[in-house]
């Protein structure tokens, strides 16, 4: 048998493990030079980058629904602290700089977490939705990502999935970060905000970039592997000039495998390969 992990002995333990990670982030950042964007403007700048929406409550098997409840007050929450924010050239875009903590006493409730051990509840579940809003967003602009944490695993069968799977990222604070910095020569804008049922996100600048990207989801497939199945297929990221329209780079940004962790009487049977 494997020798268990200090953190996975027991919840005191992963308490103790997790406050020394965070303890290491945040000294990290204090020696770093870093220039983290604070500040939020009400103003908007005048041109959209790049816009996109995502629904708040989907049904997820076997998920309490009233966790998908609380995620939207936690959203709400974390909107207030993200729209506006102005990213200058050459700063960096912290999610928890940003956002903070999310305890019960700044207003969190009980959200759907994702976990080593796999999914529970805890205050402020349900933000990795807020994190993949901007995540997607930058990957449609010019803007550099620096921290990145990809879903390992295929957690929930589709419900009007907008966006190629796997573009998302994993948040938890405050040692698990996305982060993006602005190498442009331009300030940039993100407007998060919820409306009808669905987050809403844009990401402004002060003038059109040259380039428009798109991405897209080839190959993709389920496939049984041994005992278990995998969702597999790859995402390319597309440069498009504006001025010709034409096609100028083709990026691989992920080669998904991931572990289908949900009932696979849901996987579409016509999405299963054998060869």
Not at 17 to 44: G, P, T, Y
Not at 107 to 133: D, H, I, P, W
Not at 141 to 160: C, I, K, N, Q, W
Not at 165 to 179: A, C, E, L, M, Q
Request: charged content about 30%; proline content about 3%; glycine content about 6%.
């Amino acid at each position: 048998m494997a020798r268990k992990l200090f953190c996975e002995i027991s919840p005191l333990t992963y308490k103790i493990s997790l406050f020394k990670e965070c303890m290491i982030r945040n000294i990290k950042d204090i020696l770093s030079d870093e220039k983290i964007a604070k500040k939020q403007i009400s103003e908007e700048l005048p041109n959209i980058v790049k816009s996109n929406s995502s629904i708040l409550i989907r049904k997820l098997h076997g998920v309490d629904i009233k966790l998908q409840e609380n995620k939207v007050t936690n959203i709400e929450l974390a909107c207030k602290k993200i729209n506006g924010i102005v990213i200058k050239p050459g700063e960096t875009f912290s999610y928890w700089k940003v956002v903070g903590k999310t305890t019960k006493k700044e207003g969190y409730k009980e959200g759907l977490v994702v976990t080593r051990q796999g999914l529970k509840s805890g205050f402020g579940g349900g933000l990795c939705q807020m994190a993949n809003m901007i995540h997607w967003l930058v990957l449609n602009s010019p803007l550099t990502v620096t921290e990145l944490h990809h879903h390992s695993d295929a957690l929930f069968p589709d419900e009007r999935r907008r966006v190629p799977f796997g573009t998302g990222t994993s948040v938890s604070y405050s040692n698990i970060d996305y982060r993006f910095k602005n190498t442009t020569d331009q300030d940039v804008q993100i407007l998060v905000w919820c409306e009808n049922g669905e987050l809403c996100g844009e990401l402004r600048s002060e003038k059109e970039y040259p380039y428009r990207y798109k991405l897209v989801e080839e190959n993709h497939h389920f496939k049984k592997e041994g005992e278990f199945y995998y969702r597999i297929s790859q995402v390319y990221r597309l440069v498009i000039d504006r001025k010709t329209n034409k096609e100028i780079d083709k990026e691989l940004i992920l080669d998904n495998h991931s572990k289908v962790l949900y009932d696979y009487k849901l996987i579409p049977k016509d999405q299963i390969r054998n060869d």
